[in-house]
């Protein structure tokens, strides 16, 4: 391999990294009995079903509330809905096997949901979100006003819900308007899962709504901290949203962001923090939303703020059906969850995506089935990749072998050309691979092809929700960085140094150096691919464990294949094949590859250019 291919080869490494982090743009169920509930009964405490639990109690958010909400504004109480604005937040748990809910009396709304089977990486109870900070409304026109629900206090009344699933129990948050009118939320929760229905029902308020055929939907949430590595979190967390055709989309996860869309209804909005999601689902679509995404990077427990606001039409037995999904951003689960809700699951741009679902992610989970050792899997997985490619790994040693034999001959023509001319050494070359019968990109051209494999792990182990919290020899989480020494933040580094990163960097350049031996390569070109590895010490110091656990196994298995080619490979035997094909006549009706045409052509024009005027034809 020559300088030139060399340095093209660099450069085109370093412009694909490059374009990759700057173009960057998923049980059985219990048995159990419908929970009805009543407003004498639910104070009393807990009331039990098999499978499931629902809790419904009653607390006063303070006592100065209760004596601030006597003194109102007389002209509030005359607004349509006046009534419900006084009263104090009251709060009802909706409890199963996997998730606990609290509803809150103020907006009707789900103040709060925890994941019973997770933890945060500090070992503390994962909730998703929690407090004031979270709003969920309907607003429309009522009389010459405009009402939002969400500070509005609704009242629990009984389960009445005719839920077809026979394990299912629902509650109901309404929204008094009169004794004959109201709105009503209907949530339901199965014995086990992390989806809760939601129904929303107006009655009687035809004349009082200005128009009950859609109502608007106000969401926001602001997604709490769960994992180590924050700035991490950040990078993968964001609203992602499916249109009716399937088509996903979502907004930007580096910056602020907003988005508006009326051209296509849409499915579901999720408002996704890296390993979690909270998803807001409209059976019929939402016919037209407006989302954003905004980050206060001084803020230390929440990871971002989102926010949608969606028009949902009336369905034909005159309700709006929604669902909410709470859980686990796992590729493989949500995939039995409908709604295409794995879509979620970034695999990376591009044909990236391709590779990583229906490549690299299968032989995972078949991988999976043998054992709960990710570290053993991820071991087995390289394995089995660099077994697949093993042939191009022989083809681009043999042929940097053919370009080692040939390099006495090509030193030759250099010193009777001399580098002041490089077009014509260039044509030199050329003319020499030809008759050697040599491709000088033959051990480029597969390092390539494996390009977009070692691409598509960047994204596919920041992604993988299986690695969260699984530990192995000094790692203690392979979804995060392993850090052994902490210090000041440092431009590039941070403030930390992982020690699987630097043996994936140390077992790179060990690698680049016996591949030098191996190519030939001499002087700039000796020590230009150095460059590389210290470059990606620093872009992958705060990458999962697993990833540079990954690119280390790599590097090794790469060394043992290079060291059983090298015992099949023979110089001689190259060598003497060359002169071999030296003698034989170059055949002018064998068919020239397109690159190398290519080449030719290039080289006789910069040729042409370089003659004086009267020989130019």
């Known amino acids: 391999m020559d300088k030139n291919t060399f340095t093209g080869l660099f450069l085109i490494m370093i412009i694909m990294g490059a374009s990759f982090f700057l173009m960057k743009p998923s049980d059985a169920d219990l048995k159990k009995e419908r929970i009805t509930a009543h407003t004498d009964s639910v104070k009393k405490g807990l009331i039990k079903t098999p499978g499931v639990i629902?809790?419904?109690?009653?607390?006063?958010?303070?006592?100065?509330?209760?004596?601030?909400?006597?003194?109102?504004?007389?002209?509030?109480?005359?607004?349509?809905?006046?009534?419900?604005?006084?009263?104090?937040?009251?709060?009802?748990?909706?409890?199963?096997?996997?998730?606990?809910?609290?509803?809150?009396?103020?907006?009707?709304?789900?103040?709060?949901?925890?994941?019973?089977?997770?933890?945060?990486?500090?070992?503390?109870?994962?909730?998703?979100?929690?407090?004031?900070?979270?709003?969920?409304?309907?607003?429309?026109?009522?009389?010459?006003?405009?009402?939002?629900?969400?500070?509005?206090?609704?009242?629990?009344?009984?389960?009445?819900?005719?839920?077809?699933?026979?394990?299912?129990?629902?509650?109901?948050?309404?929204?008094?308007?009169?004794?004959?009118?109201?709105?009503?939320?209907?949530?339901?929760?199965?014995?086990?899962?992390?989806?809760?229905?939601?129904?929303?029902?107006?009655?009687?308020?035809?004349?009082?709504?200005?128009n009950t055929n859609k109502l608007n939907v106000s969401w926001a949430a602001s997604m709490r901290r769960q994992e180590k590595d924050m700035e991490q979190e950040r990078r993968y967390t964001t609203v992602y949203y499916l249109n009716t055709e399937n088509d996903l989309d979502y907004l930007s996860e580096s910056k602020d962001d907003t988005k508006e869309i009326s051209d296509k209804k849409m499915q579901w909005v999720s408002f996704e923090a890296h390993f979690f999601s909270g998803v807001l689902i409209a059976k019929d679509g939402f016919s037209k939303s407006s989302l954003g995404v905004t980050t206060d990077v001084t803020d230390t427990v929440d990871v971002k703020r989102m926010s949608a606001n969606m028009v949902i039409p009336k369905s034909t037995d005159g309700s709006y059906p929604m669902e909410f999904y709470f859980g686990p951003v796992k590729y493989n689960f949500l995939k039995t969850q409908g709604y295409h809700l794995e879509k979620q699951v970034y695999m990376g741009w591009g044909f990236l995506a391709y590779i990583n679902r229906f490549s690299v992610l299968p032989v995972f989970n078949f991988l999976s089935q043998f054992t709960s050792n990710y570290g053993l899997i991820i071991l087995a997985l390289t394995l089995v990749l660099k077994l697949v490619l093993s042939p191009l790994t022989y083809k681009s040693y043999l042929s940097m072998a053919k370009m080692r034999v040939l390099k006495p001959e090509m030193d030759e023509i250099k010193g009777k050309v001399g580098e002041?001319?490089?077009?014509?050494?260039?044509?030199?070359?050329?003319?020499?691979?030809?008759?050697?019968?040599?491709?000088?990109?033959?051990?480029?051209?597969?390092?390539?092809?494996?390009?977009?494999?070692?691409?598509?792990?960047?994204?596919?182990?920041?992604?993988?929700?299986?690695?969260?919290?699984?530990?192995?020899?000094?790692?203690?989480?392979?979804?995060?960085?392993?850090?052994?020494?902490?210090?000041?933040?440092?431009?590039?580094?941070?403030?930390?140094?992982?020690?699987?990163?630097?043996?994936?960097?140390?077992?790179?350049?060990?690698?680049?150096?016996?591949?030098?031996?191996?190519?030939?390569?001499?002087?700039?070109?000796?020590?230009?691919?150095?460059?590389?590895?210290?470059?990606?010490?620093?872009?992958?110091?705060?990458?999962?464990?697993?990833?540079?656990?990954?690119?280390?196994?790599?590097?090794?298995?790469?060394?043992?294949?290079?060291?059983?080619?090298?015992?099949?490979?023979?110089?001689?035997?190259?060598?003497?094949?060359?002169?071999?094909?030296?003698?034989?006549?170059?055949?002018?009706?064998?068919?020239?590859?397109?690159?190398?045409?290519?080449?030719?052509?290039?080289?006789?024009?910069?040729?042409?250019?370089?003659?004086?005027?009267?020989?130019?034809k």
């Open 420 to 616: 002041d001319n490089p077009t014509l050494l260039q044509q030199e070359y050329l003319k020499l691979y030809k008759k050697a019968g040599v491709n000088p990109l033959g051990g480029c051209l597969p390092l390539l092809i494996q390009m977009p494999i070692v691409f598509a792990f960047f994204r596919f182990f920041p992604s993988l929700f299986e690695l969260r919290g699984q530990s192995f020899l000094w790692m203690h989480d392979l979804s995060t960085y392993d850090s052994i020494i902490t210090f000041p933040h440092i431009p590039f580094v941070g403030d930390h140094l992982s020690l699987m990163c630097v043996l994936m960097t140390i077992s790179t350049l060990i690698y680049t150096y016996f591949n030098n031996q191996i190519s030939g390569a001499s002087g700039q070109m000796k020590y230009i691919g150095y460059i590389t590895p210290i470059i990606f010490l620093g872009a992958l110091n705060s990458f999962p464990a697993g990833l540079n656990y990954y690119y280390f196994l790599a590097n090794m298995m790469t060394f043992l294949q290079q060291y059983i080619i090298r015992l099949m490979v023979d110089d001689k035997k190259i060598h003497a094949q060359i002169q071999e094909n030296k003698k034989k006549p170059v055949d002018a009706k064998k068919k020239t590859s397109g690159f190398q045409a290519r080449m030719e052509e290039m080289m006789r024009q910069k040729q042409q250019q370089q003659l004086p005027p009267s020989k130019k």
């Open 54 to 210: 629902t809790t419904a109690k009653y607390t006063d958010t303070s006592k100065a509330k209760a004596a601030v909400a006597t003194k109102v504004d007389s002209n509030l109480l005359k607004t349509p809905f006046g009534a419900t604005t006084i009263g104090t937040p009251k709060f009802v748990t909706l409890e199963n096997k996997d998730i606990r809910v609290k509803l809150s009396t103020q907006g009707g709304k789900v103040y709060s949901v925890e994941l019973k089977d997770y933890k945060t990486f500090n070992k503390k109870p994962l909730i998703l979100f929690d407090g004031d900070k979270n709003s969920f409304g309907l607003t429309f026109a009522a009389g010459n006003s405009s009402i939002n629900t969400d500070k509005l206090y609704f009242t629990p009344t009984s389960g009445d819900l005719q839920v077809a699933e026979k394990d299912s129990s629902s509650i109901t948050m309404r929204l008094n308007y009169s004794a004959t009118q109201y709105i009503d939320y209907i949530y339901s929760l199965k014995g086990t899962g992390y989806k809760v229905g939601l129904t929303v029902k107006a009655t009687g308020l035809d004349q009082v709504i200005a």
